[in-house]
């Protein structure tokens, strides 16, 4: 059993308790899933620091980062 | 239908201004304008089009000032408090067309009209005064000069009516300042392409509007219910909004190495917590504010007693949104929230874009860093990265076209032909327009529509590519409704990706015709349900996402008209080329790749892959020939 930790940033600390983390195996998009933080818009995940595509597969000692990356005007 | 008969929502009234002559004439259009352009932006390209002779001076009397709000304003369908304004852009000459949030566009339409097209120039410095049908040309000269919260505060003192709505040019419109704005309610600006010089050449200082006619709206029910139903939802769809309004973009954009740093040349503003909206709000942060039939209430308020005088904030300036704290911050390095905000609250005093004004002193600190300009050239001017009183003091010199001011208030593009000496490599614009804090290096498409979009670098007539990267995406259902694509990475330019940036782009254009804040969950079902409701004329999806093509199609056809070829859509070299540090290193967007994008982009519009006219039978298809029939030269 490995682990993958999982932070964020902003608004979204409120729904994801402190010390959260997944299994690995599976992908960015999985875990958002396993999560239950679907935002439905423009979250960004960071694997690791650099940025990240959904279908990448997290590996033991991955560290996920989402932020949410409003897209808008002023 | 008939010819004869008035769009619903639509009172079938342009009301004409020519400030030369003082002549005040009503135009009745034929319905189909409204049916097929709704309003925005692809009414103020086909007036231009229309009624503006090829090559007019920007800031000639014959240049149309055209406040157009859309067939939805004065219906009380929350998100329509927006209208947009268009003229020819002062700035390289391409069309100019920037939105509004706040009360004037509600209460212009309420007061019996559905745009206003102002031409001349008038003696003397003017106002007009609209209300209930009625217009006024009335004098201004003892509001010349003033900052704009003391003229709104004026204009309703003597009118004497509080509730009076004011669009009005501070000093920097005065000067003709190619980067002013028009500002309304003191605090909205309609910022891109340097509308504020345009009113300013008219010897135009303000448009007061006041508006109890009761609209006619074909079929309220359908509008009462999208209302019900945006209440019930608004807190769940738009709680970043609700919660915090554009700025948590700064800490969140810093943390993806996508919050634009030194003039787009860094990957990371380390200081970016001195600026963020959690201090902001902590701080300086006393209200919200909102538009006209919005719940929502995403408008900051700010106010702020230095004991020393300097950054203190009065609070009918509003606060900064992110791209103002992007553009007044990490764009020039400064991290004193108080210097950000006090930048941002003399732009909204003086009338200036802040993205604009923010890159105009950003690139005069690379100039500076780069020994390209001397103290002799600038009467001692030398800001340095990070230096806010510096940033301070440059908006005063361009707000009053003051010594080195003179020069800055030209904009990016003549600064750096001006000063030359290589400069151009970081002069960050498109058609003249300054880029918005969006970074292409995480948002390609984006990138492609700073490119493509008819006014130059735009970020409201484009996509933010990390809203379809997201599986679970709204967007992308949204897009799904009319094409079937899956998610994709934002930095994909691929075929798959311009097919969906297409529509999405057609979309936003009719955002922007409607006038709609963009920020609202609608779909396209339910726009055209709202059209329908209102004109009375059945919208269904396509006809919604075909309006958004005419406005995009109309700007292109002006621009074909003003000399603009698909040489002009490009991009700045630097946002293509990868970082070496931070969450995006190594990414970039190939030159092939945007190429490649940009083309695949031009044969969905129908357009000239050199020239970039849009094809007859475009045209043809869109309804457009009919529309454009009286105008000379097509």
């Not at chain 1, 299994?23 to 396993?34: D, K, L, R, W």
């Not at chain 2, 692809?42 to 007036?47: E, I, K, N």
């Not at chain 2, 008038?122 to 609209?130: D, K, N, R």
Request: proline share 5%; net charge negative; aromatic share 6%.
């Amino acid at each position: 059993m490995g682990r993958v930790e999982v932070t964020t940033v902003g608004l979204l600390r409120a729904r994801l308790p402190k010390g959260s983390a997944v299994e690995p195996g599976q992908t960015v998009a999985q875990a958002v899933q396993t999560l239950g933080l679907g935002i439905g818009e423009g979250l960004v995940p960071l694997v690791n620091g650099r940025l990240a595509s959904w279908s990448d597969l997290l590996k033991d000692g991955d560290k996920l980062e989402l932020v949410q990356s409003v897209g808008g005007g002023a | 239908m008939s010819k004869q008969q008035t769009l619903g929502a639509t009172y079938g009234k342009i009301l004409h201004v020519d400030l030369t002559t003082g002549a005040i004439e009503v135009e009745t259009p034929d319905p189909e304008v409204y049916r097929k352009l709704v309003g925005g932006r692809a009414l103020v390209a086909y007036l231009l089009l229309r009624d503006l002779p090829a090559g007019a001076d920007p800031l000639g009397p014959e240049n149309r000032l055209i406040f157009a709000p859309g067939i939805l304003q004065g219906t009380n369908l929350p998100g329509t408090g927006r209208h947009g304004i268009g003229a020819k852009s002062p700035l390289a000459g391409a069309l100019a067309s920037s939105e509004a949030g706040g009360w004037w566009g509600h209460e212009f339409k309420r007061a019996g009209f559905d745009a206003l097209v102002v031409r001349g120039r008038a003696e003397q410095p003017v106002y007009l005064w609209i209300k209930d049908g009625h217009v006024e040309i009335r004098f201004a000269a003892h509001l010349w000069g003033k900052e704009t919260g003391p003229v709104e505060a004026l204009i309703r003192q003597e009118l004497a009516d509080d509730h009076v709505r004011v669009a009005q040019i501070g000093i920097a419109g005065e000067h003709q300042v190619r980067i002013a704005a028009v500002m309304h309610d003191v605090n909205r600006a309609a910022g891109r392409g340097g509308l504020g010089a345009v009113m300013g050449s008219k010897n135009l200082k303000a448009v007061a509007v006041r508006g109890r006619m009761a609209l006619p709206v074909a079929d309220r029910t359908p509008l009462t219910e999208l209302s019900k139903w945006l209440g019930s939802v608004y807190e769940e769809k738009l709680v970043w909004a609700v919660k915090r309004g554009t700025v948590g973009g700064i800490m969140n954009l810093g943390r993806i190495g996508a919050l634009p740093t030194r003039n787009f040349r860094d990957p990371i503003f380390e200081a970016r917590e001195g600026i963020s909206g959690q201090l902001m709000m902590d701080t300086i942060r006393t209200g919200r504010d909102t538009c006209a039939v919005c719940p929502v209430h995403c408008k900051q308020v700010v106010e702020y007693h230095d004991p020393g005088g300097r950054h203190s904030l009065d609070p009918v300036y509003g606060g900064p949104e992110y791209e103002s704290m992007a553009a007044l911050g990490s764009y020039c390095c400064v991290s004193s929230l108080h210097a950000m905000a006090k930048a941002n609250e003399r732009c909204a005093a003086y009338g200036l874009d802040t993205i604009s004004a923010g890159s105009v002193v950003a690139f005069v600190m690379e100039c500076v860093e780069n020994g390209l300009v001397a103290a002799q050239d600038t009467g001692g001017y030398l800001p340095q990265w990070g230096d806010g009183e510096a940033l301070l003091h440059g908006i005063e010199l361009m707000a009053r076209r003051s010594g080195f001011g003179d020069r800055m208030a030209e904009g990016v593009q003549r600064l750096s032909a001006d000063i030359g000496r290589g400069s151009e490599a970081f002069a960050m614009q498109v058609k003249g327009v300054e880029l918005p804090m969006h970074e292409p290096r995480l948002k390609a498409g984006m990138g492609l529509g700073y490119a493509v979009a008819p006014v130059g670098a735009d970020h409201m007539m484009d996509i933010h590519d990390t809203n379809y990267a997201d599986p679970a995406s709204s967007s992308l259902a949204r897009v799904n409704s009319v094409y079937q694509v899956g998610p994709l990475p934002p930095g994909d330019l691929g075929e798959e990706k311009v097919n969906l940036f297409y529509h999405e782009v057609n979309w936003q254009h009719f955002l922007d015709c409607a006038v709609m804040c963009m920020h609202y969950p609608y779909d396209y079902e339910q726009m055209a349900t709202a059209l329908t409701a209102a004109t009375g004329v059945g919208y269904g999806i396509r006809d919604v996402l075909a309006v958004g093509e005419r406005a995009q199609t109309l700007g292109r056809l002006f621009n074909y008209r003003e000399g603009f070829t698909q040489a002009d859509d490009r991009l700045p070299a630097r946002v293509m080329q990868a970082f070496d540090a931070g969450p995006l290193a190594g990414i970039e967007i190939k030159a092939e790749a945007f190429e490649a994008a940009r083309g695949r982009y031009y044969e969905l519009m129908g357009w000239d892959k050199v020239t970039g006219r849009p094809s007859s039978e475009r045209l043809q298809a869109l309804g457009l020939i009919d529309l454009l029939a009286p105008v000379p030269g097509r």
